[in-house]
């Protein structure tokens, strides 16, 4: 039913509301809040894809862009309210948080802007802009400004370098499992929040098997890809 396709699109337009509760939560200092706001976006953006594909939206509403709407979303949420969080907190040092916050979101737009930004096969191209996981772990970890400095222009940096990452939602490769460890990151990193700042700091040291596993499988998988690629032979 096209009601139903309506929906979806409604469904992942919710993230612009997540984004503008979370702005002002971050506006407000109140960066628990910011980070429950857009943990919720998070969950939205895992979620819709299965539906739009369940719904057939494409088919329904062929003149309507659901994957246009879901990147005005995720720039929203993965970029820019992330960039605000980095601006208005002391997570960076003094005189840094404009420039940094600046970067991030001029690397972000050229990464969303990539035509090849999601591969054919399910990956991403060079880092994904997951700066609302990198804040929240400044946030959470309490790491030292520089240090967050640092990580943030190594990121931007990284956006450009076309290596791939791994699409959780699709990738091809042991799917059920990084669903599945995606799912209890999300859920560990609900509780962190939800006992902040008096969580446990085992829960914390949890909170990081799914980042580890993921930047291992995105690399182990790129060196497969290179280590298999056609060597090029110089021209006669």
Not at 64 to 75: E, I, Q
Not at 116 to 122: G, I, M, P, W
Not at 155 to 181: A, D, E, G, K, Q
């Amino acid at each position: 039913m096209t009601l139903t396709a309506w929906l979806v699109h409604l469904y992942t337009a919710s993230g612009f509301v997540w984004a503008l509760l979370a702005a002002q939560a971050a506006i407000d200092y109140d960066y628990v809040w910011a980070f429950l706001y857009l943990w919720l976006q998070v969950a939205v953006d895992a979620t819709d894809g299965a539906l739009a594909r369940w719904a057939d939206v494409s088919r329904r509403l062929p003149w309507f862009s659901g994957s246009k709407l879901d990147d005005l979303v995720d720039y929203l949420t993965y970029a820019f309210v992330p960039a605000l969080i980095v601006w208005r907190g002391l997570f960076v040092p003094d005189g840094w948080a404009t420039p940094l916050a600046a970067a991030m979101l001029v690397a972000s737009g050229y990464g969303f802007s990539r035509l090849d930004a999601k591969t054919s096969d399910h990956y991403f191209t060079g880092f994904p802009s997951y700066w609302n996981i990198v804040v929240l772990y400044f946030f959470l970890t309490r790491s030292h400004p520089w240090v967050n400095a640092w990580v943030l222009m190594i990121l931007c940096v990284l956006v450009f370098v076309p290596i791939r990452f791994v699409y959780p939602s699709r990738t091809p490769v042991l799917r059920v499992l990084t669903n599945v460890l995606g799912a209890s990151w999300a859920l560990v990193v609900l509780a962190l929040l939800a006992q902040y700042p008096r969580g446990p700091r085992l829960l914390l040291f949890a909170s990081f098997v799914f980042p580890v596993y993921y930047v291992v499988l995105s690399a182990a998988l790129e060196v497969r890809r290179l280590a298999s690629a056609p060597a090029l032979t110089p021209g006669r």
